[in-house]
Each structure stands twice: as structure tokens, then as C-alpha cells.
Nanobody, 126 residues
Framework: QLQLAESGGGLVQAGDSLKLSCELSGRTFRSFTVAWFRQAPGKEREFVAADFRSYGRSYYADSVKGRFTISRDNAKNTMYLQMNSLNSEDTATYYC???????????????????WGQGTKVTVSS
């Protein structure tokens, strides 16, 4: 099981950039699929981005493709989400998640992830 802790959230202006971090501990990070999800006020939690088991394959929601980049540093047991060109629709609590056994077809499904962080809030003001 992984323990995950997000950081880096805050209040920014529309058009700004922000980089979220998620520190992982408890297991060998390299073999895990890691992902970011977000939940806006009054909405369901949704998939944002994922990195599949350090294979160099990244996947993104259409709403963030071209603006957000997921990355990981296995040596530091840390994953990141670089967010550029932020807009008010990106306002949400962002969660990192990890799992060692999920299959690629489930990568966008939050039910496939066993381990979750507590979330970090991002507010984009226009």
C-alpha cells in the first residue's frame, strides 16, 4: 500500500501556472500506476491525468490535454502535475492516486485505484 501526500495547491489567477506535487511512500514507486483526479464543488470526482507504471505512457482528460503535464521522479518517490493556462473550470480539489495492479483499460476509472492522498485545493480566479 502507498501513502500519498499532495502539496502545491493555492489561489491563482486565470492564465497562471501551478505545479502540484505528490510524495509517495510505503512501497516501490516505480511499479505503480499513478494518477491525478479532481473534484469541483458540487461535482463528481473526475480523471485528470495518469502515468502507467513508469512505461513512459501518459494519459490525459480532453479538458486538460495540452495544458497539463504529469511526470514522476522515481528517485524522489514524487509525482507532479504541471498545470498551465489555468481557467476557472480547473478550480477543484486535486487528488493523487496510485495502484500497482490496475490494467491499462481502467486507467481513467477512480475505482481502480486503491491508494489516495487527502487532496490539495486549487482555486482559479477570473
Amino acid at each position: 500500500q502507498l501513502q500519498l501526500a499532495e502539496s502545491g495547491g493555492g489561489l491563482v489567477q486565470a492564465g497562471d501556472s501551478l505545479k502540484l506535487s505528490c510524495e509517495l511512500s510505503g512501497r516501490t514507486f516505480r511499479s505503480f500506476t499513478v494518477a491525478w483526479f479532481r473534484q469541483a464543488p458540487g461535482k463528481e470526482r473526475e480523471f485528470v491525468a495518469a502515468d502507467f507504471r513508469s512505461y513512459g505512457r501518459s494519459y490525459y482528460a480532453d479538458s486538460v490535454k495540452g495544458r497539463f503535464t504529469i511526470s514522476r521522479d522515481n528517485a524522489k518517490n514524487t509525482m507532479y502535475l504541471q498545470m498551465n493556462s489555468l481557467n476557472s473550470e480547473d478550480t477543484a480539489t486535486y487528488y493523487c492516486a496510485g495502484d500497482s495492479t490496475l490494467i491499462l483499460s481502467s486507467i481513467r476509472d477512480e475505482r481502480a485505484y486503491d491508494d489516495w492522498g487527502q487532496g490539495t485545493k486549487v482555486t482559479v480566479s477570473s
